[in-house]
Each structure stands twice: as structure tokens, then as C-alpha cells.
């Protein structure tokens, strides 16, 4: 779905990701008339963990923090570019982190798309534990019951003045299912269509596993690294045998070089 000479963005699709998904295929139909082209598409949707940043490199818990890439993190971001070369994306969102919008920026540019960031999008709130080594935390007796619990793969387990990655995934999820709605009915002559999502390790690990079906307590078993690429492919709302996201790769990072 196209705006004038622009492409549409998800707030401009408000009214269609209100609809049921037979409700979107007959919207997109009535839309397009007399256009015979289906509009309810499968989404390949690319997720991508922010390039590295300077806590990562001194072992501090991020979160929230809004903390910029290293020179190898902006170096990976330009590198993307070529993991997407041959990809026809249609759109880019990002958290509105600077981590992941710089990590965006560059596949955006080459694509001549906008990043378009998403609060939603952003890592899990880690409240008071934000800028410190986990050294100095575990000797603090006030987060013994925080890391006993999350020590259980709790999902629950709230941050000290954050939230849990349950809370999390509720966000980020309703964002993801926003973005995968949009573009279902983006015209492609009948093909996939491709959407680039750059958003951080805890969230990405948790929608991926809420992607699969795996038990979100075993979300910590999925490591998205720095830079790297994740694929799921969400199917159309009427294509036959294939109700459930599939994902088609996990962690790829062939791309980068370590050097800056």
C-alpha cells in the first residue's frame, strides 16, 4: 500500500491493522480494483541485533541506556549493507535507540528507505542495574532475590526499577505484529515481502522464541550477537497449510569482518 509517491508506514496502515486478516484481504482488494494482484503476503522479516557499544565492550548492562556504537560497531553496520544488497526490502524499523538506528542508518540509506523507530522495539528496561558489571551488582545484597530468580529463567522476574522480559515481549511483540500487518498488503507482483527490524539481544531473543513456539523460559537458549541477521518468515492470513511463523535462519554473521 502505497501513499502518493511514498511508502506507507505503519500509523499509516492504522485502519488496516484494525481489521481481522479477511477483513485486511477484502480492505486491500477494494483498495486496489480493478488490480487482480493478491495483497495478502507472506513477510520475511529480518531481524537484526544493534552493531556493538561501548558498555558491551566494558561488560555493563545496557537496557534503557541510550549508549552509542564503538568504530567496529559502526563498522558492522556499513557491513550489513551487503547482506542486504540483493534483498528488495520495502521498510526498515529500528528501536528508536541510537544503537539500533545507526545500525539501521546505513542498509536504510542503500535502500533509499527512512528508518522508522519504534519505542516498542527498545531492550529490556533494566532500571537500577543500567551502567554497571555484573561483578559489581552481585555484590550487592539488594539484587540477591533479582538474580536468584532470574537465575530460574524466570520470565518474570522484574528488573529493580525496569521490567521483566515477559513485559517486554508484550511490547515488542505488538510492534512486530503492527510492522507484519502493514505490509501484507504491499504490492511486490505477488512475491515475499522483505522488512528489516534492528532491535536488541533480550527482545530479539524472546520474540524469536514467542515466534517458534518455544517456551519462553527457554528464550535464554537463543543468542542473537552483535550484527547479526535473524529470518522469520510470517505467512499471508489465507495461505493454505502454513498458519505459524517459520524461521529460516538464526544468527547469521558471515558478513561482518572484525576489523574496523
Known amino acids: 500500500m502505497r501513499l502518493g509517491n511514498r511508502r506507507a508506514t505503519v500509523s499509516d496502515r492504522a485502519a488496516v491493522n484494525a481489521l481481522t486478516p479477511d477483513e485486511t484481504v477484502a480492505a486491500c482488494f477494494r483498495k486496489r480494483a480493478p488490480d487482480p494482484i493478491m495483497c495478502a503476503m507472506s513477510i520475511m522479516v529480518h531481524l537484526v541485533r544493534h552493531a556493538q557499544t561501548t558498555w558491551n ?21 556499513r557491513q550489513l549493507v551487503t547482506a542486504f544488497a540483493d534483498v528488495p526490502l520495502v521498510a526498515v524499523y529500528a528501536s528508536d535507540l541510537c544503537r539500533a538506528r545507526d545500525t539501521a542508518a546505513p542498509v536504510a540509506a542503500a535502500h533509499e528507505l527512512p528508518v522508522q523507530p519504534d519505542v516498542r522495539l527498545r531492550e529490556m528496561n533494566q532500571g537500577e542495574l543500567e551502567g554497571y558489571r555484573g561483578a559489581e551488582l552481585h555484590a550487592r545484597p539488594e539484587y540477591d532475590a533479582f538474580f536468584a530468580e532470574w537465575a530460574r529463567e524466570s520470565v518474570d522476574a522484574v528488573a529493580p526499577g525496569g521490567e521483566s522480559l515477559r513485559q517486554t515481549l508484550a511490547r515488542a511483540s505488538a510492534a512486530l505484529g503492527a ?82
Request: contains cysteine; hydrophobic residues 35%; proline residues 9%.
Open 179 to 260: 510492522i507484519v500487518e502493514a505490509h501484507h498488503c504491499d504490492d511486490n507482483d505477488g512475491g515475499e515481502t522483505h522488512v528489516l527490524v534492528v532491535s536488541h539481544g533480550l527482545t530479539l531473543q524472546m520474540l524469536i522464541a514467542d515466534a517458534i513456539g518455544l517456551p519462553l523460559e527457554n528464550a535464554g537458549r537463543i543468542r542473537p550477537q552483535h550484527g547479526s541477521v535473524s529470518t522469520v518468515r510470517y505467512p499471508a492470513p489465507d495461505e493454505p497449510r502454513a498458519r505459524y511463523p517459520v524461521l529460516l535462519r538464526l544468527n547469521d554473521r558471515h558478513h561482518l569482518r572484525d576489523e574496523p
Open 57 to 77: 565492550v566494558e561488560g555493563r548492562f545496557l537496557g534503557a541506556a541510550d549508549i552509542p556504537l564503538t568504530p567496529l560497531g559502526h563498522a558492522h553496520a
